[in-house]
T-cell receptor, first 116, second 120 residues
Framework: AQKITQTQPGMFVQEKEAVTLDCTYD???????LFWYKQPSSGEMIFLIY??????QNATEGRYSLNFQKARKSANLVISASQLGDSAMYFC?????????????FGTGTKLQVIP | GAVVSQHPSWVICKSGTSVKIECRSL??????MFWYRQFPKQSLMLMAT?????????EQGVEKDKFLINHASLTLSTLTVTSAHPEDSSFYIC????????????????FGPGTRLTVL
């Protein structure tokens, strides 16, 4: 069974500081993808970063980087130089094959609040 | 690129009526579209996966006859909530994906802005 775990329901970070949002996953499939999405109060889901299970290097996208530790089955999101606009819910998700198609499983989310 | 739209953004309807929500990929052809439901302060719950021209695959516990999904083209999928009841009130989000990511990983889903349904 596929499972995504986000153990931090809420996080605070000072503006301009870096913050790490935790995510662990469980799957028996060797081919999978890991995603992070941001959901502001407006409700839209914004894609941030992707890591493939076969990717050798950690993914980076601007101020976002994914700390992928395959042996530990963790895919933490690191946001550097936090900005007030980063305040939002953050969801970790995993996509893996199931029954001939791809299924995405979302974590419960972490609410990040950036303090001025 | 990879823009997904949803219409309407919000809808209020009376109990017993049907509501149709459209999901469109504006600048790409989506091989697969997904429909999610999200309750307040909770994570997304996958309702169904649909591929263009074929029947949707529903998740366990999702009523097929209540939540009708039609994936008419590579850019349009619709979700119809039939005979809506107050317990169907929720935030419905669609997503679309295209192609594969190099390296064999799964492809990325791009989400629409969501539709807030309130059933009175």
């Amino acid at each position: 069974a596929q499972k995504i775990t986000q153990t931090q329901p809420g996080m605070f970070v000072q503006e301009k500081e870096a913050v790490t949002l935790d995510c662990t996953y469980d799957t028996s499939d060797p081919s999978y993808g890991l995603f992070w999405y941001k959901q502001p109060s407006s409700g839209e889901m914004i894609f941030l970063i992707y890591q493939g299970s076969y990717d050798q290097q950690n993914a980076t996208e601007g101020r976002y980087s994914l700390n992928f530790q395959k042996a530990r089955k963790s895919a933490n999101l690191v946001i550097s130089a936090s900005q007030l606009g980063d305040s939002a819910m953050y969801f970790c998700a995993m996509r893996a094959p199931r029954g001939g198609y791809q299924k995405v499983t979302f974590g419960t989310g972490t609410k990040l609040q950036v303090i001025p | 690129g990879a823009v997904v739209s949803q219409h309407p953004s919000w809808v209020i309807c009376k109990s017993g009526t049907s509501v149709k929500i459209e999901c469109r990929s504006l600048d790409f052809q989506a091989t697969t579209m997904f429909w999610y439901r999200q309750f307040p302060k909770q994570s997304l719950m996958l309702m169904a996966t649909s591929n263009e021209g074929s029947k949707a695959t529903y998740e366990q516990g999702v009523e097929k006859d209540k939540f009708l999904i039609n994936h008419a083209s590579l850019t349009l999928s619709t979700l119809t909530v039939t005979s809506a009841h107050p317990e169907d009130s929720s935030f419905y989000i669609c997503s679309a994906s295209f192609g594969k990511v190099p390296g064999g990983g799964a492809d990325t889903q791009y989400f629409g802005p969501g539709t807030r349904l309130t059933v009175l």
